[in-house]
């Protein structure tokens, strides 16, 4: 709330004048933007140019913002849109989640986050199954688990209504598991149909 | 700089099976995120150039742009003695007070006049006139016996005036001094008094 307040009184800010304030906002979100081109594109020079020009569109349009709603799902919806223009013109059938993780420092830095402790087979496992979720999907579920948006705003962000908002998600985690576990997948789900339906029968 | 707080996953609103489920999700959330290069803002503010809006936009946004307000003991005492002191003046003023003197702030300038007669062997003299709608109450003058002169002063607003003196209270005498007189419709004369500017006129 404090966050979504300081990010107000900075655009009135630069509404009014003082584009130097900008720089709060650009510093406050380029990871995310930077990130989100990066697993758009898979490149990142391409990423780098795609942020920086997100950030000018973002400017350009700022008298356009609805005050009182959120800054960061505005300036993400702008991201998708870009990104999706780029991928668009340059015919790119398939973006990807590349290179994070393929080097064993981040596998190591991975490993020592989790709560619990996975194996590089694990780490391999979803950032494979991340880069072959369809865009959309991905997003969906890096919107949903990653930034925190509420569905309202995967919504917005990705043009649909917040019931489909929710089923993107859903299949998104069905879909990742699937292309994660593989096989084992449909054997875990029918494990856990039948734990289900006998806690509903017991 | 990267979120520093997430919202709580939404397990609430999707569906989350089981233990691997809750695995997945709780991976992706604590995905690190690869650091923007330094370059990044630099470019962006160098590509930026200032609004032009119009001066009634900016005032609008300036207006409709949210505040933080911090209110500590140290500063919220002060303001609560002086938003206390503006109520109770508020209240004193709007409230009717019978005790207070009825003040009448007059627009028409008033300026004294000093009216004076000699009547040899008079017990009373008043000046009536249209100031007092010809009531000779509270307007006697007072007697010098000795040089037979009766005198008052009186503030009038500036402007014309009609007047005449009542002589022991029955007879109605104008005034041999003034510059004016007027038929007064039942055979005699009123003396007329004209005041200006800002010197009284002694009649």
Redesign the interface.
């Known amino acids: 709330m404090?966050e979504e307040?300081?990010a107000?009184?900075i655009?009135?800010?630069?509404?009014?004048?003082n584009?130097?304030d900008?720089?709060h906002l650009?510093?406050?979100y380029?990871?995310?933007?930077?990130?989100l081109m990066?697993r758009m594109t898979g490149s990142?020079e391409d990423a780098?140019d795609l942020?920086?020009e997100i950030?000018?569109k973002a400017?350009e349009k700022?008298?356009h913002f609805k005050?009182g709603s959120r800054f960061f799902p505005w300036l993400y919806t702008i991201g998708m849109n870009h990104g999706r223009n780029f991928i668009r013109d340059h015919k790119m059938e398939k973006q990807c989640l590349v290179e994070?993780g393929q080097d064993e420092s981040?596998v190591d830095?991975?490993s020592q986050?989790?709560?619990?402790a996975?194996s590089p087979l694990?780490v391999q496992r979803?950032r494979e199954g991340?880069r072959q979720l369809p865009l959309d999907y991905r997003e969906a579920?890096?919107l949903?688990?990653?930034?925190?948006f509420?569905?309202k705003e995967i919504a917005d962000a990705l043009e649909l209504s917040v019931s489909g908002a929710?089923m993107r998600?859903?299949r998104g985690?069905r879909k990742?598991?699937q292309l994660?576990?593989g096989e084992n997948y449909e054997t875990?789900?029918k494990k856990?149909d039948e734990?289900?339906r006998d806690r509903n029968t017991g | 700089m990267k979120p520093k707080s997430r919202r709580p996953m939404k397990e609430q609103e999707i569906e989350i099976r089981d233990d691997r489920d809750r695995q997945i999700v709780r991976s992706i959330a604590q995905l690190p995120d690869l650091e923007p290069p330094w370059e990044l803002v630099t470019s962006v503010m160098q590509s930026l150039k200032p609004k032009r809006l119009p001066w009634w936009r900016r005032a609008y946004l300036w207006a409709k742009a949210p505040r933080a307000i911090t209110i500590t003991p140290l500063r919220a005492i002060p303001a609560g003695v002086a938003i206390a002191a503006i109520f109770a003046l508020a209240i004193v003023l709007i409230s009717p007070n019978k005790d207070r003197p009825n003040v009448q702030v007059q627009n028409t300038k008033q300026l004294p006049v000093v009216f004076t007669l000699k009547v040899p062997g008079a017990s009373s003299v008043a000046v009536i006139g249209t100031f007092n709608e010809w009531n000779a109450k509270g307007f006697e003058m007072k007697g010098d016996k000795e040089r037979e002169i009766w005198s008052i002063t009186l503030w009038l607003p500036q402007g014309r005036h009609e007047y005449a003196f009542l002589v022991d209270g029955k007879k109605v005498v104008s005034d041999p001094q003034a510059a004016f007189y007027e038929e007064d419709g039942f055979g005699s004369q009123n003396s007329v008094l004209v005041l200006r500017g800002e010197n009284g006129q002694n009649t």
């Open positions: 404090m307040l300081y107000q009184q655009i009135a800010a630069v509404l009014t004048g584009v130097d900008y720089r650009v510093l406050r380029q990871r995310p933007i930077f990130n990066y990142h780098l942020a920086q950030f000018i400017y700022l008298e005050t994070m981040w830095r991975f986050q989790s709560q619990r996975w694990d979803l991340l579920m890096i949903c688990y990653h930034e925190g509420s569905m929710k998600v859903h985690l990742l598991r994660m576990d875990e789900v856990a734990r289900a």
